[in-house]
């Protein structure tokens, strides 16, 4: 039962690919595409819900697998809902058929992913999803979309490349070794090869996640997609790539602590540099991918302490501290993915109604659109990881659990305290990130004349993000009772406290109810105290002058404090030039205002290594003279070589 | 009789919520004498918000719905904050309800709701203000997240009313040595949420040096009244919070007598008659920093939490 509807979400995957290029006046054509994938992703949602409350039904999928084939399966009955009403908006941008048949693959290739069986499976479903997700980021052919494509096709084959050699090192060049062989094959390898073998799938997996110094694509590619697809590659996607580093994982004997210390590192350093940029980044989309850089990278940090604590001697109190971090790589994956793909979907919402998606020309839409930003304000209060939304208990654990390890033996402490420290600021400034872009999006006044009327929405652009928004308010009251049943922490009903070790205890249903009940005894309070005199609306005070839209702060200006306090990472840079027009009077001049925000890792990075390539092309056409007798030269050299190495 | 933990719960709150204009007032009342003027009563905070509920309210005619809902949220998780931060007594709540980072949570969903009320104006005001207490917020999480850790090591119990049960059975001198910068960091980071010298400037009327007065600039009337009143309850919580820990005396317990009760209602007095006498004193003293030197105020902070932590680390081993 479970493989027919695996069956038949591929099935319908492919069908609607080839439905989309049936030609029709109307949108039929493309509402009956994309109710396929819709179906196809329900199909998955039930197999993966099935195998995991059920493990022992026939055909079940293992957990790990399950667990992500779900999350692909809601992803894509999300993103097929909202390319209902999305899609039509751009029938002149997007060849609507070609695009059906990229997601269609690209979803086919994320799915055979989780679900393949063995090396060359793996590879084959890895590759068919990343081509296909290049053509959706190349799907509008403007010249930054072909840019921002060229460097994730790159980034990506890198990535494979890494990817490949480092799983076919493990199965000793056996390309069709199930994964039961490949462990098999890896455990008689010598250290230094395992090493090696896990650097590789660390740079290979993690270039897909977004881990710095392998994350320079994504910012530009994700954004870059139309954004039902934008949806799945920061929510979904991503976790398939942390899917693939899991069961790589697995097949390793054992970790040694270094490698598991580089781990933590990557994603301490990806957190950090993903949460910064989206604090001063100015485009709506691009916020979201580098916020989804940080997020994998705290996940990437979590699994990093999981391995430390497995490489090192075991006590009760390094078991509470794993068990923790593992429940917020379970946890924070789910919610990612919730939040993350709600909020690319209201994106794209607001990108297609205001045909911008620069935070500087956004504004006032809570006034146009009141629930919508309601929707919007809640996966933004989730993404920046503030009670009451299911993200803050996820991180509520992670936090937890380094406090605990504040008791640990000396150098582990003080490590635990730095990631403690680390975290602490990488949460600030994604509280700073999503306070900014909701703030500057929704409220005020509209800074532009297209944001002062964006037009109404139709419910297939609302229902997506509510969907998730609504998901991340049960994910938050069920979360601790589902850990509960599967024995990673205990409490005794689904209302009372869960408690991850002695003295760490945490109650999402007391939380919730706590806020409700302020909110209401609040709301009583005002009508007990105040007389029902009316609201009267007047005009802001504006110092005598009249006000305009701008003199509003930007999100440029909101971010200001932060380019400035950080200008040595974020590469700040602001320049003023005045150009006198009259030479008598310097006051009546043109003034203007250069900044610009640069990326760490490209200057200091990318730059040198390009430098230092470009730099031996250039000596090696010295070679290049042209003249036949030193070709012959070259040639008799090699070959004298050749024979003095081979004999 | 013993107490129980509704009633503990119902006083403390009660003493909570009442006290926290009056420290308002003997904050201004001690500034003032410094001042060399006689100054207001300490019960003037009272008439001012019964005065503000009385007015009519105005809201600014480029706003949204988001600007009407601020003041609920920010006195709905104020008061949450307030009643579960041990003040008269501690036991009455779960241990979850007090946990450390679900307390440094709530704080900043406040000032997030604030800093949404500011930037909901359509004025530069709001704005400056709401992005100066983001970014305050965002550079003050990493110390106060290693205070409230660090003090949660030292009690081996992650929630506030274990740290401070912790802190009353120790001897006092040795525990107040060993847990010195990090009180010292943590008294930093209240004044910083709680938009205090030398962050911010509480009684200032130039709208350029605001930070908390300049996001609550558009509101009157009745809102206003709220979000005043969740300022002050605020700075009593983590007024109470602090001097709870620094003078773990007086604490009622649950399960221990009703006459506690009344004595941890008198010692909170004291401790926020003691609190507001700091603060306006530190207010008088100190000038206030430029906001464009924050970063240099956080990194002390941030510095002392570690110390603090490493020692406590040291202390152990």
Not at chain 1, 185 to 191: E, R, W
Not at chain 1, 539 to 568: N, V, Y
Request: with cysteine.
């Amino acid at each position: 039962m479970i493989a027919s509807l695996v069956t038949i979400s591929f099935a319908f995957l492919a069908a609607g690919a080839l439905l989309a290029f049936v030609p029709s006046r109307t949108d039929a054509t493309h509402r009956v595409t994309y109710g396929a994938f819709a179906f196809a992703g329900v199909a998955a949602l039930f197999a993966a819900a099935w195998s995991l409350a059920a493990p022992q039904t026939l055909g079940a999928l293992p957990m790990t697998p399950a667990f992500f084939f779900g999350i692909i399966g809601a992803g894509t009955l999300l993103a097929s809902i909202y390319a209902v009403g999305y899609l039509p908006l751009y029938r002149d941008t997007y060849a609507l058929p070609w695009l059906a048949a990229a997601f269609a693959v690209f979803i086919i290739g994320m799915e055979a992913v989780v679900l393949a069986p063995s090396v060359l499976l793996f590879l084959v479903s890895w590759e068919v999803m990343s081509v296909a997700a290049y053509f959706l980021v190349i799907a509008d052919s403007s010249e930054s979309s072909l840019h921002a494509g060229l460097v994730y096709l790159i980034m990506t084959q890198i990535g494979f490349a890494a990817i490949a050699s480092g799983l076919l090192l493990l199965a000793d060049g056996a390309p069709f070794a199930t994964w039961p062989m490949v462990a098999q094959t890896a455990s008689h390898l010598s250290p230094p090869e395992l090493a090696i073998a896990f650097v590789l799938l660390l740079i290979g997996f993690g270039s897909k996640a977004g881990l710095v110094p392998f994350h320079q694509w994504l910012p530009h590619a994700h954004p870059q997609a139309p954004s039902h697809a934008s949806a799945l590659l920061s929510g979904v996607m991503l976790k398939v790539a942390l899917f693939g580093f899991l069961v790589s994982l697995s097949f390793f004997p054992s970790i040694p602590l270094p490698l598991a210390a580089l781990v933590i590192a990557l994603g301490l350093l990806s957190a950090f540099f993903g949460a910064l940029h989206a604090a001063v980044e100015d485009d709506l989309k691009r916020l979201l991918a580098w916020s989804s850089i940080e997020n994998m990278g705290l996940i990437f940090s979590a699994l990093g302490v999981v391995l430390a604590v497995a490489a090192m001697p075991s006590s009760p109190l390094s078991a509470a501290v794993a068990a923790g971090a593992a429940v917020f790589v379970v946890l924070h994956t789910l919610n990612h993915f919730l939040f993350k793909s709600g909020l690319f979907f209201a994106a794209g919402t607001i990108a297609a109604k205001t045909h911008t998606r620069d935070l500087d020309a956004l504004g006032g839409l809570a006034a146009r659109w009141p629930f919508f930003s309601g929707v919007v304000l809640a996966l933004s209060l989730s993404a920046a990881a503030l009670p009451p939304l299911g993200t803050f208990f996820g991180e509520w654990v992670y936090l937890q659990s380094l406090a605990l390890g504040f008791a640990a033996p000396m150098p582990l402490a003080v490590v635990a305290l730095v990631m403690l420290g680390t975290i602490g600021l990488v949460g600030g400034l994604s509280i700073f990130a999503f306070s900014k872009l909701f703030s500057t999006a929704f409220l005020g006044r509209a800074r532009s004349a297209r944001a002062e009327n964006p037009g109404t929405l139709s419910p297939s652009l609302i229902i997506p993000p509510l969907v998730g928004a609504v998901a991340l308010m049960g994910s938050s009251l069920l979360a601790f009772p589902l850990l509960s049943s599967i024995g990673a922490a205990s409490a005794r009903s689904i209302f009372s406290d869960t408690t991850i070790a002695p003295g760490a205890a945490m109650n999402a249903w007391l939380v919730s109810g706590l806020l409700v009940a302020a909110l209401g005894i609040v709301f009583l309070g005002r009508r007990a105290l105040v007389s029902a005199r009316g609201v009267r609306v007047t005009g802001t005070w504006d110092c005598g002058a009249p006000l305009s839209p701008r003199m509003e702060q930007t999100a440029t200006g909101f971010a200001a404090p932060i380019r400035f306090f950080f200008r040595a990472i974020v590469l700040a840079r602001k320049e003023f030039i005045v150009e006198p027009v009259v030479a008598s009077n310097p006051w009546i001049a043109e003034r203007q205002l250069l900044w610009s925000v640069a990326s760490f890792w490209e200057r200091f990075f990318y730059q040198p290594i390009s430098a230092l390539v470009l730099r031996a092309a250039r000596t090696m056409r010295s070679l290049q003279s042209g003249v036949v007798q030193l070709y012959l030269l070259f040639m008799l050299v090699a070959l004298i070589l050749v024979l003095v190495i081979a004999l | 009789m013993n107490l129980s933990s509704l009633t503990m719960l119902l006083a403390e709150s009660a003493a909570v919520m009442l006290a926290a204009p009056l420290v308002v007032g003997t904050v201004h009342l001690v500034k003032a004498r410094f001042q060399n003027r006689r100054g207001a009563s300490i019960v003037q905070p009272y008439w001012a918000l019964a005065s503000l509920l009385r007015k009519e309210m105005t809201v600014p005619e480029h706003s949204s719905w988001v600007f009407r809902f601020v003041p609920y949220v920010v006195l709905a998780t104020t008061i949450v904050l307030a009643v579960v931060v041990p003040s008269a007594g501690i036991g009455a709540w779960p241990a979850a309800a007090s946990n450390i980072f679900l307390v440094a949570a709530l704080a900043t969903l406040g000032s997030v709701f604030l800093a949404l009320g500011g930037m909901d104006t359509g004025s530069t005001f709001g704005n400056m203000g709401a992005n100066r207490e983001m970014t305050l917020v965002a550079l003050a999480e990493p110390a106060l997240l290693i205070v409230l850790a660090t003090l949660a090591f030292f009690a081996g119990s992650a929630n506030l009313d274990g740290i401070v049960a912790f802190f009353a059975a120790a001897p006092w001198r040795a525990s107040m040595l060993m847990a010195l910068p990090t009180l010292l960091a943590l008294l930093l980071v209240v004044l910083a949420e709680n938009a205090r010298y030398p962050v911010d400037n509480p009684a200032t009327h130039l709208e350029l040096t605001m930070v908390h007065e300049a996001m609550v600039l558009e509101y009157s009337g009745p809102y206003l009244a709220a979000l005043e009143y969740a300022s002050a309850l605020r700075l009593t919580a983590f007024g109470s919070l602090f001097m709870n820990i620094v003078f773990p005396f007086g604490i009622a317990t649950v399960g221990t007598g009703v006459e506690m009760l009344a004595v941890g209602v008198l010692s909170l007095v004291l401790k926020l008659g003691f609190f507001a006498l700091l603060i306006g004193s530190l207010e008088s003293l100190l000038v206030k920093m430029r906001f464009y030197r924050m970063q240099e105020y956080f990194t002390l902070a941030f510095l002392i939490a570690f110390a603090g932590a490493v020692l406590a680390f040291a202390h152990t081993f």
